[in-house]
């Protein structure tokens, strides 16, 4: 028997299929330019079919859902109640609930007595302190209208925080670790006894660190300004900060690796880019550093984190005097793990995979 792995998006749907016992992966594909989900959901149903696996037949659907609020810790069964719980949230996230609903409206259609499970991005960054996750901000704004840090990114944070236990030989309940995930969105995890007690984005995605097209943290001030001064609407600048700003602002494009051959060939911009980008997870390496009791490892993930030896030394280089030392011979040779031997915390690049650790979940809640 199999599990099914769905992260449906406005008009596409990716999915993976394990083998229940073993998690051993037997298809994946994604399904592109789709109309609706119902009919991406029928075309995904004829690929299965054709590799002999019957979606109506399978032990279980997992669902990415980017939002979770307050209300999920954990991964949760799915039935009518927890569909209106995931729509209340929409205008926390309303690129992306809406897209997950359809997609589990279109599971829940088209294999009707196959449970399905919700995994959401936001649940492991819920063990953070109210000290972490509240803004200084009027206490209203909290209790009506649910301003405060959610983070996201919360299932690949989890999985590699769980290889690098594997890795370190070490209970993952008594390690320190600073997780860095870095793709075209970018965020950081201080996990405390592995647990999230600390991460960088916060209400939305948008907060933080420098992204591939979002700016992360700014001085709020500069909205209310371009408001005034070139009367853009809010909606304008709010695309502006989240699709026109990062890297593709600085560098003129949002792929690292054209990044770095401009600044390899000179290119000023990309080089400033690039300085920027390092500076910022430099800075919240440093900020976990001092509020974690002793760090034990840095893990790199993401697209960038895992393919950039570069940024893993430039984020890494002169911090000797913090305990971390890079060996560049093994970092340049791409090896798992990164850091001298003479040195106390690791350094580790580990692979994400966000869908193995969908299907871990559902596969513990199969069996509970």
Not at 4 to 20: D, F
Not at 164 to 183: D, M, R, V, Y
Not at 252 to 264: L, M, P
Not at 308 to 322: D, F, K, N, T, Y
């Amino acid at each position: 028997m199999s599990i099914l792995v769905i992260n449906a998006g406005s008009s596409s749907i990716k999915y993976s299929v394990y083998e229940t016992k073993t998690l051993r992966m037997i298809n994946h594909g994604l399904i592109e330019e789709i109309r609706n989900h119902h009919e991406g959901f029928e075309v995904m149903r004829g690929h299965l079919e054709t590799h002999d696996i019957d979606i109506t037949q399978i032990d279980a659907i997992g669902h990415r859902v980017v939002h979770g609020g307050e209300r999920f810790h954990e991964p949760a069964r799915i039935d009518d109640d927890l569909i209106h719980e995931i729509r209340s949230l929409i205008p926390l996230a309303p690129l992306h609930n809406p897209a997950n609903i359809e997609g589990i409206q279109a599971a829940r259609a088209i294999a009707p007595n196959v449970p399905n499970f919700a995994i959401f991005d936001t649940a492991f960054h819920q063990s953070m302190p109210p000290y972490s996750y509240r803004y200084p901000l009027p206490h209203d704004w909290y209790e009506s209208y649910h301003v405060r840090r959610y983070g996201f990114h919360g299932t690949s944070h989890h999985y590699v925080s769980t290889q690098a236990a594997l890795i370190l030989q070490k209970p993952l309940e008594e390690l320190n670790l600073i997780t860095f995930h870095i793709g075209n969105g970018v965020s950081a995890c201080a996990i405390e006894n592995g647990r999230s007690i600390d991460t960088s984005m916060g209400m939305t995605p948008l907060e933080g660190l420098m992204m591939g097209s979002r700016c992360g943290s700014i001085d709020p001030s500069i909205i209310g300004y371009l408001m005034r001064e070139t009367k853009m609407s809010i909606d304008e600048i709010d695309t502006i900060l989240n699709k026109k700003s990062g890297l593709l602002a600085i560098a003129g494009t949002n792929d690292i690796r054209s990044v770095i051959d401009a600044k390899n060939r000179g290119n000023q911009n990309a080089a400033l880019a690039i300085d920027m980008f390092v500076y910022r997870l430099k800075k919240q390496l440093g900020e976990y550093m001092a509020i974690l009791r002793g760090v034990d490892a840095v893990v790199f993930t993401g697209g960038i984190g895992e393919h950039s030896p570069l940024i893993h030394e430039m984020v890494c280089e002169g911090l000797e005097h913090l305990g971390i030392s890079l060996d560049k011979e093994k970092n340049r040779a791409c090896e798992t793990q990164i850091h001298d031997l003479n040195t106390n915390i690791a350094l580790l690049v580990i692979p994400t995979d966000e869908e193995l650790q969908i299907a871990l979940y559902v596969q513990k809640l199969l069996l509970s």
